[in-house]
């Protein structure tokens, strides 16, 4: 991180969701739940519609989807749901949308009076929510102890010292991250403080944990995770992995907002380290625009920032990140030749599902190649999600009612050889 040159700019726009597949109707009476629906269900929606998962209702049995058969037929013709919230087309990994074929199916057979059909009441699924999407970590921190948010106040970042007794520089190739408590753990930040600054911070208050305190920053480097609801946990490629030096600290930065009522929370992580040999070093870099002064009453508040490599490098996921009034954002690179490559590009953000977008084909960035990111903002009244009524000046912050403007690149150097 660091190797880039970052500065603001104002452009961008964004381009409508596309699907022009056309829905073939089946003949009247054939679509039942146990023929043609449980298994949408299987691979699109239960694996956050259940228990102890953040959907709202579980969907994994025929009385659960029967019941809410039409409500699933608007959210699902609407694109609502699915949450896919990328304009892509096929680039990335587990890309979650529905075909007009299956958004057809799920509206003919509620139309039809969602039947049930020969077979079992339940959808098939993966490992339950407490357990490892991953499979059993090679280590697993935690702290000490639960942390309890009081019902009401300002959203709380809460910073979590794990120490580590690592003897030797060791390459992760995942974080899985799993919220103690759904309800109130926002987004978390997983880094490696080799510094000793924040374990000082923690002894000096005279606790196992601490609030964040102002200006602590992030490193330039170190960062192992960031995690918000909707990120799936995904190794890395063969041969790169994310440096945790030896005798480091792993920091857990956890940002709550507060149900009403108290609550408690011991989020857990779980590493996963390289088997192999790492030939790469993982880094993570932050497309930022801190300069953010969004009028009250502005509904298309554009602004950006952008960078310029200054050697060859490898994108492998991006992260787009903003709050309650963001509109959309679109990154891009134009290569030094003048071709433009859309890297991600979200045209109804969603402040409630934030992806980390893995390509299925790693994108070359060429050195010289200037990368930018277009944002917008709504910070008109007539924005539901608005949280101010009226309407007031926003800038950047870290409360949710704040806004932000980051766009996240994890990326390889391609001259860069890690060592072991």
């Known amino acids: 991180m660091g190797m880039f040159f970052i500065s603001g700019i104002k452009t961008g726009s964004a381009r409508p969701f596309r699907n022009n597949d056309a829905y073939t109707p089946a003949a009247k009476g054939e679509l039942t739940y146990t023929k043609s629906i449980a ?150 930040v997983i880094y490696a403080d080799t510094s000793g600054k924040v374990r000082k911070m923690v002894s000096a208050a005279g606790g196992m944990d601490i609030p964040r305190p102002a200006g602590l920053g992030l490193p330039k480097d170190g960062i192992l995770d960031i995690w918000a609801p909707g990120n799936e946990s995904r190794r890395l490629p063969d041969g790169v992995g994310l440096l945790l030096p030896k005798g480091a600290d792993i920091v857990m930065e956890v940002h709550y907002h507060r149900s009403g009522k108290p609550e408690t929370d011991q989020t857990k992580i779980g590493l996963y380290f390289c088997k192999g040999q790492v030939k790469q ?87 010289g190649a200037v990368i930018k990111m277009a944002a917008e903002f709504d910070n008109s009244k007539e924005n539901p999600n608005n949280p101010n009524n009226p309407p007031k000046l926003v800038t950047w912050g870290e409360q949710t009612t704040n806004e932000m403007c980051i766009a996240f690149l994890g990326y390889t150097t391609d001259g860069e050889i890690a060592t072991d």
């Open 39 to 188: 298994g949408i269900m299987a691979s699109h929606c239960v694996s956050c519609h259940r228990a102890g998962e953040i959907g709202p209702f579980p969907l994994d049995t025929f009385a659960d989807v029967k019941k809410r058969a039409k409500l699933i037929e608007q959210l699902t013709a609407s694109k609502q749901m699915p949450p896919w919230k990328a304009d892509s087309h096929g680039e990335f990994l587990d890309e979650n949308r529905l075909t007009q074929q299956e958004i057809g199916s799920i509206a003919q057979w509620a139309e039809e009076g969602a039947s049930h059909g020969p077979g079992a009441d339940s959808v098939p699924m993966a490992a339950a929510p407490d357990r490892w999407k991953l499979g059993a970590p090679d280590a697993v921190l935690m702290p000490a102890k639960p942390y309890t948010l009081a019902a009401e106040g300002r959203d709380e970042y809460h910073t979590y010292v794990l120490p580590s007794t690592f003897t030797e520089d060791r390459y992760v190739s995942a974080v899985e991250v799993h919220p103690g408590n759904r309800t109130v753990v926002h987004h978390t």
């Open 281 to 367: 070093q993982m880094h993570l870099h932050a497309l930022t625009q801190f300069g953010l002064l969004i009028p009250p009453g502005e509904a298309h508040y554009k602004t950006g920032s952008e960078l310029t490599a200054p050697e060859d490098a490898t994108v492998l996921n991006i992260f787009p990140h903003m709050h309650l009034i963001g509109r959309s954002m679109k990154v891009t690179m134009t290569a030094p030749n003048g071709d433009v490559t859309t890297l991600i590009d979200v045209p109804a953000w969603d402040f409630n599902w934030q992806n980390t977008y893995w390509y299925k084909s790693p994108v070359h960035v060429p050195r």
